[in-house]
Every structure is written in structure tokens, then in C-alpha cells.
């Protein structure tokens, strides 16, 4: 089992800042990637950020130059750090999460943590 522990979500004015944090733990042989998601109301689940082991970051094109995923290795955690907020980026944002538990592949999801930006 791999449970993925989500923190970090707020309000924040147009121009804010929020650095969102995701650890996993549990059964971990290996990650292979570790990522963001968003879902805002009425529209689909679309990836906002990933880091893939041994081929490093995408990023949706409507957060490059404001958004940054990094990862803490020895934690097992993945950060986003977004900068210049706006209320197109109000949305439920999830960490999403590859592993290798020794035996099998398995994707998994964080709870989701909501993130606003109004004024």
C-alpha cells in the first residue's frame, strides 16, 4: 500500500504565491514519476506539472515561467511551487504519483488539495 499525503493549498490574491507539498510512503521500491494535476470546476483533470526519473520536466504551457515542480528524493515528496497566481489557476490540485513496490506498477493519487486565487 502507498498512501500520498497532499498540504499546502490556500486562498490567495491575483499575483500570490502557494507552494504545494505531497509525500508518499508505504510500500516503495522506486518512483517513477511524480507529478501535478488539476481539476477545476466543470472541466476535465488536466497535468500541470511532472518530473520523470532519468528524463527530467514537462509543464503545461499555461504555467511555464510561473510554476516549478522539484522532488526531495530522500523523502519521497514532490513540490510545486507557483508563483504569479491567477483565477484561471483556481482549481483542486493532485499529486499524482508512479511507483515500483518491488513487484508490481502501480499509480496513485493524492487526496487533492483546493487552491484559490481571488481577490
Known amino acids: 500500500q502507498v498512501q500520498l499525503v497532499e498540504s499546502g493549498g490556500g486562498l490567495v490574491p491575483p499575483g500570490g504565491s502557494l507552494r504545494l507539498s505531497c509525500a508518499a510512503s508505504g510500500s516503495i521500491f522506486s518512483i517513477n514519476a511524480m507529478g501535478w494535476y488539476r481539476q477545476a470546476p466543470g472541466k476535465q483533470r488536466e497535468l500541470v506539472a511532472v518530473?520523470?526519473?532519468?528524463?527530467?520536466?514537462n509543464y503545461a504551457d499555461f504555467v511555464k515561467g510561473r510554476f516549478t515542480i522539484s522532488r526531495d528524493n530522500h523523502k519521497n515528496a514532490v513540490y510545486l511551487q507557483m508563483n504569479s497566481l491567477n483565477v484561471e489557476d483556481t482549481a483542486i490540485y493532485y499529486c499524482n504519483v508512479h511507483i515500483y513496490d518491488g513487484n508490481r506498477r502501480g499509480e496513485y493519487w493524492g487526496q487533492g488539495t483546493q487552491v484559490t486565487v481571488s481577490s
Open positions: 518530473i520523470i526519473s532519468g528524463a527530467g520536466t
